[in-house]
């Protein structure tokens, strides 16, 4: 019904940056927040940075001023710009996207990933 797609994982050196992109399709209706969180094998699932319709975020300590996160509703993206990269922000990156539902529920759904590996 609704399918989330990251893309821009790879490997970067230590200072280096990347972009995640992030983009939604399908049955949205519409999009109130979407997400980048990251995991480490072993590790919870925890979050990176949020951004609401009407662009508000919200970022982890650990990424506060290294990372940005933007949105395009007309186009359902979102992005994450990460700069000065470390070898900790290595991880699965997931975007997601939760959708407000006509009758007024909420759902939340996820992309399957995308690698980045921060290593000299």
């Known amino acids: 019904q609704v399918q989330v797609v990251e893309s821009g994982g790879g490997l970067v050196q230590p200072g280096g940056s990347l972009r995640l992109s992030c983009a939604a399709s399908?049955?949205?209706?519409?999009?109130?927040?979407m997400g980048w969180y990251r995991q480490v094998p072993g590790k919870e699932r925890e979050l990176v940075a949020t951004?609401?319709?009407?662009?508000?975020?919200n970022y982890a300590d650990s990424v506060k001023g290294r990372f940005t996160v933007s949105r395009d509703n007309a186009k359902n993206t979102v992005d994450l710009q990460m700069n000065s990269l470390k070898s900790e922000d290595t991880a699965v990156y997931y975007c997601?996207?939760?959708?407000?539902?006509?009758?007024?529920?909420?759902?939340?759904?996820w992309g399957q990933g995308t690698q980045v590996t921060v290593s000299s």
């Open positions: 997601n996207a939760e959708i407000l539902m006509p009758w007024g529920s909420k759902r939340v759904y």
């Open positions: 399908g049955s949205l209706f519409s999009i109130n927040a």
């Open positions: 951004i609401t319709s009407d662009k508000r975020t």
